[in-house]
């Protein structure tokens, strides 16, 4: 079937044409600064029957967007792929990296690379995988948490789309026996991505991921992540405080970094110096400076702080508190008037007191630096689209076309804060029990992540069964 914008996007974007082909009709778009020499030659080519002016800025936002939604699937691309490359030669030991590059099968796999790429921004996938196994191959997209099948590529296929890889993220295409880990930055439609690669031996070969960060998503506010009113007050307050530590909570992937990097940007750095060290740099934010940990030169977390202690830091962000050493660094820089915001993995809010004492801080520190204490999770939004509500008013999820047919689309959080008042460093001093703890923060107010979350059941956001399944009383 022939495409609705002939044009190629590369040809489109460099001389801001759009060829719009409705069926009925050809009509194009052109820039002020189109020459008419150009246009004649445009429209003796592809029978163009009218032409419409636009303006420069506005024509080269609309190819990005017309020709990010009108790429082929890459179930399509794959299939077309399978059809065109010698699979038999690919069954064979590769060439070595210049015959790679200049091999001409390969364009169909770089083609096949670019699909699913294309795809998984579009879906707004949060990881790629790709997996092989003893008779086939396959490739799933991480979508508001959970994974799923995209595409099962030929099994001969695969050796070729991880050669490939691996030269995109600059790493060492003959070294299969041991992990890699690299890094390609690209733009899909106009959109900066940036694509962390992890490549593992396996038992069938080589498997990649590939976590995609969307750099022109990098805007983050407190007030767009889902808190409630006095959650949200409540916690701006403790970030606003000129010393001390304030903890974020969860398991990997439940938005703690986003969480920080918002408390980030509520801090005036024209005026305070705020440095941060990360594992890795997610994304980069205007105004602060970030450090990376490398383990490969033993930049650890505990040895880039003490660096930046150095830098007359006014506010510290630390990635991760993972040992003793990170932890008592931060909760001595948080008492000599520093503000510390960290992330430490733990199931809720009153537990981070067990585990930071489990570590080795002692209680009495713990007690004079602690802030607060915020716990999340993430919850996938019911798909506006096809939600529906029974007869007692509770909503649930559909599947349609535009969710994937997974009934939901798009995430926000719940929470949990626990605010350290006197009550509660008084318990902490004296070594207090977590049921403690739990009983204290309760009476002041606190609601458990499962009780946010009913707030968002009764509104119609989520679903009861994903709140139950995100979180644990």
């Known amino acids: 079937m022939a495409s609705r914008y002939p044009?190629?996007?590369?040809?489109?974007?460099?001389?801001?044409?759009?060829?719009?082909?409705?069926?009925?009709?050809?009509?194009?778009?052109?820039?002020?600064?189109?020459?008419?020499?150009?246009?004649?030659?445009?429209?003796?080519?592809?029978?163009?029957?009218?032409?419409?002016?636009?303006?420069?800025?506005?024509?080269?936002?609309?190819?990005?967007?017309?020709?990010?939604?009108?790429?082929?699937?890459?179930?399509?691309?794959?299939?077309?792929?399978?059809?065109?490359?010698?699979?038999?030669?690919?069954?064979?030991?590769?060439?070595?990296?210049?015959?790679?590059?200049?091999?001409?099968?390969?364009?169909?796999?770089?083609?096949?690379?670019?699909?699913?790429?294309?795809?998984?921004?579009?879906?707004g996938a949060s990881d790629i995988h790709i997996e092989p196994y003893e008779r086939s191959s396959a490739v799933r997209f991480r979508v508001d948490g959970s994974l799923r099948e995209v595409v099962q590529p030929n099994r001969a296929l695969h050796a070729a789309l991880i050669s490939r890889l691996k030269i995109m993220a600059e790493l060492d295409i003959a070294e299969k026996r041991l992990p890699q880990d690299g890094r390609i930055s690209l733009r899909i439609g106009g959109r900066a991505i940036d694509v962390r690669v992890s490549t593992l031996p396996s038992a069938h070969g080589e498997r990649a991921v590939l976590r995609l960060l969307d750099k022109s998503e990098s805007k983050f506010s407190l007030e767009g992540l889902g808190m409630d009113g006095d959650v949200l007050h409540a916690f701006k307050r403790l970030v606003a405080q000129p010393h001390g530590i304030v903890l974020v909570t969860g398991p990997t992937g439940s938005g703690k970094t986003t969480t920080l990097y918002a408390a980030l940007q509520t801090?005036?750095?024209?005026?305070?110096?705020?440095?941060?060290?990360?594992?890795?740099?997610?994304y980069e934010l205007a105004g602060i400076g970030q450090t990376q940990v490398n383990a490969k030169i033993d930049l650890s977390f505990a040895k880039a702080l003490r660096a930046i202690l150095r830098q007359d830091p006014d506010a510290i962000m630390i990635g991760e508190i993972r040992d003793f050493e990170t932890a008592q660094i931060a909760i001595q820089a948080s008492l000599t008037g520093h503000l510390v915001l960290a992330t430490l993995h733990t199931n809720d809010a009153p537990s981070a007191v067990t585990r930071l004492t489990d570590m080795g801080v002692e209680p009495f520190l713990l007690s004079s630096s602690l802030l607060g204490v915020l716990a999340q999770r993430l919850v996938r939004k019911l798909c506006p689209s096809?939600?529906?509500?029974?007869?007692?008013?509770?909503?649930?999820?559909?599947?349609?076309?535009?969710?994937?047919?997974?009934?939901?689309?798009?995430?926000?959080?719940?929470?949990?804060?626990?605010?350290?008042?006197?009550?509660?460093?008084?318990?902490?001093?004296?070594?207090?029990?977590?049921?403690?703890?739990?009983?204290?923060?309760?009476?002041?107010?606190?609601?458990?992540?499962?009780?946010?979350?009913?707030?968002?059941?009764?509104?119609?956001?989520?679903?009861?069964?994903?709140?139950?399944?995100?979180?644990?009383?």
Not at 25 to 53: T, Y
Not at 95 to 107: C, K, M, Q, R, S
Not at 436 to 445: F, I, R
């Open 267 to 282: 801090i005036d750095t024209a005026t305070t110096n705020v440095l941060t060290v990360e594992d890795p740099i997610e």
């Open 7 to 123: 044009l190629p996007y590369a040809f489109a974007k460099a001389h801001n044409l759009l060829l719009e082909d409705s069926g009925a009709e050809r009509v194009l778009w052109v820039s002020p600064q189109v020459s008419d020499a150009q246009l004649a030659e445009v429209q003796r080519l592809h029978a163009v029957e009218r032409v419409e002016p636009q303006a420069a800025a506005l024509l080269q936002e609309r190819i990005s967007v017309v020709y990010a939604g009108n790429e082929s699937s890459a179930a399509t691309v794959v299939g077309e792929v399978e059809s065109a490359v010698d699979l038999s030669r690919l069954l064979q030991d590769l060439p070595a990296v210049e015959d790679l590059l200049e091999a001409a099968n390969d364009a169909p796999i770089i083609r096949m690379l670019n699909a699913l790429l294309t795809q998984a921004a579009k879906d």
């Open 386 to 473: 096809c939600k529906r509500q029974d007869a007692e008013g509770h909503w649930h999820p559909v599947g349609c076309p535009d969710c994937s047919h997974t009934g939901y689309k798009g995430r926000t959080g719940v929470y949990e804060l626990m605010s350290a008042d006197d009550t509660l460093r008084g318990l902490i001093h004296n070594h207090a029990a977590e049921s403690e703890l739990w009983a204290a923060a309760k009476a002041k107010g606190m609601r458990s992540m499962r009780e946010d979350g009913e707030r968002l059941v009764a509104e119609g956001v989520t679903s009861l069964e994903e709140v139950l399944r995100a979180t644990r009383d």
